[in-house]
């Protein structure tokens, strides 16, 4: 089922509306600053090894998550007063940072060296839906950038596709903050300069 919201000004009853689907252990798609994505509530154990099925990924690749913000994911990340000044710069923007996870990541999300990677994607939809949650949300590339390929290819195993307009598909770039050091994984959408 696709529902359209106003990505300038996200209607509340509709995001109410998603988060309901989510907080019920729901899947939906929903548009970021990067792609759209396919995502569950983070606590949603049967519905993150869906998503890996779904996406055909191994367990032992875990997907990022979408925060709302650096108050969230203090929660979820050790995050260092190095790593708070660079996220607070870039966020909320087109990257990914991977830190260190704290106790209350699943452990179904996590590598072996207990590390997430952490977005708050510019997207007023996303934001608003992690926020009337309540928790973060898994974030993987639904792989379309049109809602209604989307519907055709996953239809049977999502409960809500979100049509946020239409996105130009670019990746996220990948940061990690590991001790400090800032280490370019993937450069995508967001600039780089900041770390060179």
Do not use: W
Not at 165 to 185: A, F, H, K, R
């Amino acid at each position: 089922m696709i529902i359209s919201i106003n990505p300038e000004n996200p209607q509340k009853r509709l995001i109410n509306k998603v988060a309901k689907v989510l907080d019920e252990g729901g899947l939906i798609a929903y548009p970021t600053d990067t792609f759209y994505g396919i995502g569950c509530d983070l606590m949603n154990k049967k519905g993150i090894q869906l998503i890996h099925k779904l996406k055909n990924r191994p367990l032992r690749k875990p997907f990022s998550i979408v925060c709302d913000g650096l108050k969230e994911i203090s929660h979820y990340a050790k995050v260092s007063n190095y790593a708070y000044k660079t996220m607070k710069k870039l966020l909320p923007g087109p990257y990914t940072f991977i830190l260190e996870a704290t106790q209350l990541v699943p452990k179904i999300m996590l590598t072996k060296r207990k590390t997430i990677g952490i977005r708050v994607p510019d997207n007023k939809i996303c934001l608003a839906i992690v926020r009337a949650l309540g928790c973060p949300i898994i974030s993987t590339s639904a792989g379309f950038d049109n809602p209604h390929d989307i519907e055709k290819n996953y239809g049977p195993h999502l409960d809500l596709v979100i049509d946020g307009g239409v996105l130009y598909p670019d990746p996220s770039t990948v940061i990690s903050l590991m001790d400090d050091v800032p280490e370019i994984i993937r450069k995508g959408k967001g600039d780089v300069s900041y770390f060179l």
